[in-house]
C-alpha cells in the first residue's frame, strides 16, 4: 500500500512569491493535516482538513491556507513569502472515524527554502 | 495549552548502551501519547503510542509508559545500535482538534 505521498520534494522561491505544496493521503484516509517544521522551532500543526473541509487551524497567518479535494489530495499554499517560512512542510494523513484518535502517518516532506 | 517537554540532545552513545529520553507534558483531561522518530532526510514514523494511563507502548525494542500521576512518556531502549541514530519527538493528542503537539525533537547519535 502505497504511504501518504508529498511534492515537490524541494522548493525554492523568493521573498514575496507564492508557494503551492501537495500531499495525497493514503487511500481510504479521509484526513489531511499539515505541519510546519522550522529550523530551531519544532513541529508546529498548521491545518486540518477532513472531507473538504477546514476543521482545525494553528497558530499561523491567513497567508497560509489550503484546500482539499474530492479525491481527499490536499494543496498548501503559502502567500507573500516570507524568510522564516523557509522550513519542511510535512503532511499526514489518517482515518476519520468519529471523535477518537486516528493514527496519522507521515509523508517525506516538502522543503520550502526562502531566498 | 498543551505542551510537551523532552530532554535536549543530542544524546551520544555507544552501541549496545541503554538509552533514555524523558519526556512530560501539560494537558488536561486524558490525551494520547506518541513517540515518533525521524531517520536523516526522511519524514516522521510512529514509534510506539499510548492510549491511556499506564498502557506501555513498545515496538522494535523500545518502550514507554503512559504515567498519569507524572504527566511523563520516557522512551526507554535496552540495547541501542547504529541504526537507531535519529530524532526522536515525544507528542500527544488530544481527540478534539485532531492536532499533534510535539517536543522539541531529542537527535541521538550511537557510535560503533
Known amino acids: 500500500e502505497a504511504g501518504v505521498t508529498q511534492s515537490p520534494t524541494h522548493l525554492i522561491k523568493t521573498r514575496g512569491q507564492q508557494a503551492t505544496l501537495r500531499c495525497s493521503p493514503i487511500?481510504?484516509?479521509?484526513?489531511v493535516y499539515w505541519y510546519q517544521q522550522a529550523l530551531g522551532l519544532g513541529l508546529q500543526f498548521l491545518l486540518w482538513?477532513?472531507?473538504?473541509?477546514?476543521?482545525n487551524r494553528g497558530n499561523f497567518p491567513p497567508r497560509f491556507s489550503g484546500r482539499q479535494f474530492p479525491n481527499y489530495s490536499s494543496e498548501l499554499n503559502v502567500n507573500a513569502l516570507e524568510l522564516e517560512d523557509s522550513a519542511l512542510y510535512l503532511c499526514?494523513?489518517?482515518?476519520?472515524?468519529?471523535?477518537?484518535?486516528?493514527?496519522?502517518?507521515f509523508g517525506p516532506g516538502t522543503r520550502l527554502t526562502v531566498l | 495549552g498543551n505542551s510537551v517537554t523532552q530532554m535536549e540532545g543530542p544524546v551520544t552513545l555507544s552501541e549496545e548502551a541503554f538509552l533514555t529520553i524523558n519526556c512530560t507534558y501539560t494537558?488536561?483531561?486524558?490525551?494520547?501519547l506518541f513517540w515518533y522518530v525521524q531517520y536523516p532526510g526522511e519524514g516522521l514514523q510512529l514509534l510506539l503510542k499510548?492510549?491511556?494511563?499506564?498502557d506501555k507502548g513498545s515496538n522494535k525494542g523500545f518502550e514507554a509508559t503512559y504515567r498519569k500521576e507524572t504527566t511523563s512518556f520516557h522512551l526507554e531502549k535496552g540495547s541501542v545500535q547504529v541504526s537507531d541514530s535519529a530524532v526522536y519527538f515525544c507528542?500527544?493528542?488530544?481527540?478534539?482538534?485532531?492536532?499533534?503537539?510535539f517536543g522539541g525533537g531529542t537527535r541521538v547519535l550511537v557510535k560503533p
Open positions: 499526514a494523513s489518517s482515518f476519520q472515524q468519529g471523535p477518537q484518535y486516528n493514527e496519522q502517518f
Open positions: 487511500s481510504g484516509h479521509t484526513s
Open positions: 482538513y477532513d472531507e473538504g473541509e477546514e476543521r
Open positions: 494537558a488536561t483531561g486524558y490525551p494520547s
Open positions: 499510548a492510549t491511556k494511563a499506564d
Open positions: 507528542a500527544l493528542l488530544k481527540a478534539a482538534g485532531n492536532k499533534l503537539t
